[in-house]
């Protein structure tokens, strides 16, 4: 079937090979007056003015009636898959409760680790079908989504397999990956290592299901440390995994320089992340994933994106969407955040939402911009 999307206001799109670096990140292609031929839900053509004739036979045509085009938006750090919410945990924070702390407590993840484990594969799958209803009502036709909130296998699994499920459901395209290693589960509070231990065990077994193609981390003090972390991650390298980590995202304990020395594909969150580290991200092929939802909802201070930007990082922007620190799936709020308080131009923000993550998540020869060739994600 052929589609030929006609009077487009605007197309844009980013045309780099990522990962889109520092002032590049602007640099962003326009064309006006502009239409789109998809075939086979691949871009066919892509051009400006009189829709060549080669093109019309057999197509049905729409009329954008002067709407703009971007990609379709990839957010690639996303918990999807979770039970329940915990609004009753808003006043804690108001009062001063520190994020850490109601974790420490058994609170946060914890609680909604409790959630999860009990949750039928049914009640998982109606909650997180909601969501990306409305991430898709957002534009984002891509989404990256974690487990960890069962940090047991069985949990872990069930949480991959209701994300395996919907991604096949789709239009969403979901990349899955397995954080086990999201919070210290209350029987190993007094031996993480032990964890740790069970952790790279398991993850032989998870890379033979297929469920996950990915590894993250939480690295942060109280949490796992860089020791236990590179544990972890050297052994889901080796198993064939992508490895990203949740990098200095309160204390700066290193988490950015350990994702560039280990080549992962993402740190994110780097609320934190000293200045001195900036140079070994830029140098590498790590994105700096930015979350600025969570700095909104945590009221803790943004990212230093323009410092980042001007240092020569690859940046993404995800919505960190969970239950705690980031409880939304709007993914237009994430954007504006993006610019409003991290201080990104909106050309930026486009590659920052579209071809640099689709490269954190492996996939940028096939979404991430309108290109001849690509999969035909795109939003009107
Ligand atoms: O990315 N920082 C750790 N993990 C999540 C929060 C998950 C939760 O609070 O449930 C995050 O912010
Ligand atoms: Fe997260």
Redesign the pocket.
């Known amino acids: 079937m052929k589609t030929i999307l006609v009077n487009i206001k605007t197309l844009y799109t980013s045309k780099q090979i990522p990962p889109v670096k520092g002032s590049s990140m602007k640099e962003i292609v326009s064309i006006d007056n502009a239409y789109l031929v998809v075939e086979n839900g691949l871009f066919q053509a892509i051009g400006s003015g009189v829709v060549p004739e080669k093109y019309l036979n057999d197509a049905v045509i729409v009329d954008a009636m002067q709407a703009c085009v971007v990609p379709g938006f990839v957010d690639s ?1 996303t ?1 999807l898959v ?1 039970a329940s919410s ?1 609004e009753h945990e808003f006043e804690q924070k108001l009062a001063g409760v520190p ?1 850490l702390e109601i ?1 420490a407590k058994g609170g ?2 914890l609680s ?1 680790v409790e959630k999860t484990r009990k949750a039928s594969v049914d009640e998982l799958l109606h909650q997180a079908r909601k969501s990306l209803q409305h991430f898709l009502s957002y534009g984002v036709t891509t989404l990256e989504a974690k487990s ?2 069962g940090l047991d296998l069985e949990t872990e699994i069930k949480q991959l397999q209701v994300a395996k499920q919907l991604d096949k459901e789709g239009p969403i395209e979901i990349v899955s990956t397995y954080m086990g290693a ?1 919070a210290i589960p209350p029987a190993y509070k007094q031996n993480v290592d032990a964890y740790v231990t069970q952790i790279i065990h398991d993850l032989d077994h998870i890379y033979a299901t297929g469920l996950a193609e990915m590894v993250d981390v ?1 690295c ?1 003090e109280g949490v796992f440390s860089i020791e236990q972390t590179t544990r972890i991650l050297t052994k889901a390298r080796s198993c064939g995994f992508g490895i990203r980590l ?1 990098a200095d ?1 309160i204390h700066p304990i290193g988490g950015g320089r350990l994702a560039s020395s280990m080549q992962a594909l993402s740190a ?2 780097l609320m934190a992340l000293p200045r001195s580290d900036y140079e070994a991200l830029a140098n590498s092929l790590t994105i700096a994933t930015l ?1 600025p939802g ?1 700095s909104f909802y945590l009221n803790k201070p943004f990212a230093k994106a323009r410092e980042m930007i001007s240092a020569n990082m690859a940046l993404a922007i995800a919505s ?1 969407y ?5 409880p939304s799936e709007n993914f237009a709020f994430t954007l504006q955040l993006a610019s409003n308080k991290l201080g990104l131009l909106p050309s930026e923000v486009l590659t920052a939402s579209t071809i640099n993550p689709a490269f954190s998540l492996r996939r940028h020869e096939k979404i991430g911009s309108i290109e001849v060739g690509k999969q035909a994600d795109f939003v009107l």
């Open positions: 750090h918990h979770h915990r994020y974790l946060g993840i909604t960890g909130y999201h939480f942060e949740h995202e994110d969150h979350l969570t960190d969970n239950p705690g620190s980031s």
